[in-house]
């Protein structure tokens, strides 16, 4: 067993962690409170290879493995939340699914601008009736010729109405349940799409999140992903990924949380002592310190598994299932250390504590992921 990161990955580590401290974190608490779309910081990923980090070179991205992605993405997380999950649903949905299931033209076309950040993606499943119940779909793709007419609505997209590229699951046949569900390529500005208001969010609030309302959108059939019928193996098999995604962006919240945390009880004076003297102080950093580390390895061993073709599903979910809780333990420990100030917007813990909520629910739930790793846990006997 080797838990080194090769030097390459240390570099990136590095350089990310640079990046993140100058460029994301200052403005992080701003944003947040304004609901400001990190569009800038977005284009600068772009520009360093950490929209398309998977992707092999000839498509644009920057041909690195899953495990330098999600070192690249705890560091984002670590400063702002909202910038790495736009960061997360570009690479490990958009970019995965279009690189494992695109046809060279489709590569060439929207793979490439996607990887090099020169566009943005975003992945459309959910609907109001289908959440965790993904397969339960009622936006219907209607074949006329050489087009689907799309029409149905889609919920809490994240970077909706920002994205240039959408990858959309909708029914081409309502008969065949989940086998009736087919993926498409849908680019912003076509007749009949249109957005709905931005969500008031309790956390990851500079990423936009909105409906999509799809009325007779005409999208050309060479913009199918794969074949009819697919859809929805191709959006559990992406997930899977994207999870690996979700759960980095849980550890680097609870790393911050943790940063933040020490930070604070090696300054804080009560009783006439730095609070970190206190054992009841110690007890919480020493076990915030060990739930981070594990998330941190049951993470990059999903990711370990993925770089070498291996299943991922369980140790995904499992990945995903126990980071998000540590975020929240852990952001929600940091609050309580700081005392009257962490409750304090200005200080700028709470939002840790809000964003790490998130992680518990969307790409799949708590609840969901421990279903998935039992699932697999009766198919493997
Ligand atoms: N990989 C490949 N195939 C898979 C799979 C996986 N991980 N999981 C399921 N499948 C396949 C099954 O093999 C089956 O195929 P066949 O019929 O050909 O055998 C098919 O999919 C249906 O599987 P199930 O019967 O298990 O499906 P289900 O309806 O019981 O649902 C579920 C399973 C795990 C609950 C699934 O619906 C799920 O993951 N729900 C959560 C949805 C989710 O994660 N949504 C995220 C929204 S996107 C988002 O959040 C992005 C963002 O904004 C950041």
Redesign the pocket.
């Known amino acids: 067993m080797n838990f080194d990161l090769t030097e390459e990955q240390l570099l990136l580590q590095e350089n990310v962690r640079r990046f993140a401290r100058e460029e994301v974190a200052p403005g992080a608490i701003e944003r947040d409170e304004t609901e400001r779309w990190p569009g800038e910081i977005i284009r600068r990923l772009g520009e360093l290879g950490l929209m398309g980090v998977m992707v092999p070179q000839q498509w644009g991205g920057a041909g690195m493995d899953t495990v330098a992605y999600t070192v690249a993405m705890e560091e984002i997380a670590r400063a702002d939340a909202s910038v790495s ?1 736009m960061m ?2 570009n690479n490990s ?1 958009v970019c995965s699914m279009l690189n494992q299931v695109g046809s060279e033209a489709q590569k060439k076309k929207y793979l490439i601008p996607l990887a090099n950040g020169e566009k943005l993606g975003a ?1 459309s ?2 609907e109001p009736q289908a959440g ?4 339960n779909l009622r936006c219907l793709a209607r074949r006329e010729k050489d087009v689907y007419l799309i029409s149905g609505t889609k919920n ?1 997209v ?1 970077g909706g109405p920002k994205a240039d590229v959408i990858m959309l699951l909708a029914m081409t046949d309502p008969k065949k349940g ?2 009736g569900i087919s993926c498409f390529i849908v680019e912003k500005g076509l007749p009949g799409l249109s957005a709905g208001k931005p969500e008031d969010k309790l956390g990851i609030r500079a990423a936009v999140t909105t409906e999509l309302y799809f009325d007779e959108v005409r999208v050309p059939a060479e913009n199918l992903l794969g074949n009819e019928g697919d859809g ?2 191709i959006a ?2 992406a ?2 990924g ?1 999870r690996i995604g979700i759960a980095a962006q849980a550890v680097g919240i609870a790393q911050a949380a943790l940063d933040r945390a020490l930070e604070y009880a090696q300054e804080r004076e009560q009783f006439g002592q730095k609070i970190i003297k206190f054992q009841a102080i110690q007890i919480k950093l020493a076990d915030m310190a060990t739930e981070v580390e594990a998330a941190r390895l049951l993470t990059r061993r999903a990711a370990f598994l993925k770089d070498r073709g291996k299943s991922i ?1 369980a140790a995904a979910a499992m990945a995903k299932g126990f980071a998000s809780d540590v975020a929240l333990r852990t952001a929600t420990q940091c609050v309580q250390i700081h005392g009257g100030s962490g409750y304090m917007r200005e200080t700028g813990v709470e939002r840790l504590m809000r964003d790490a909520k998130i992680t518990q629910i ?3 739930t708590s609840e ?1 992921q421990r ?2 790793i039992a699932r697999e846990l009766q198919r493997k006997g």
């Open positions: 999950v997360s649903v949905l992945f499943l959910s965790s119940d993904a397969s809490w994240s989940h086998k929805f193996v559990m098999t997930l899977d994207g599903t969307y790409e799949g969901i279903l998935v």
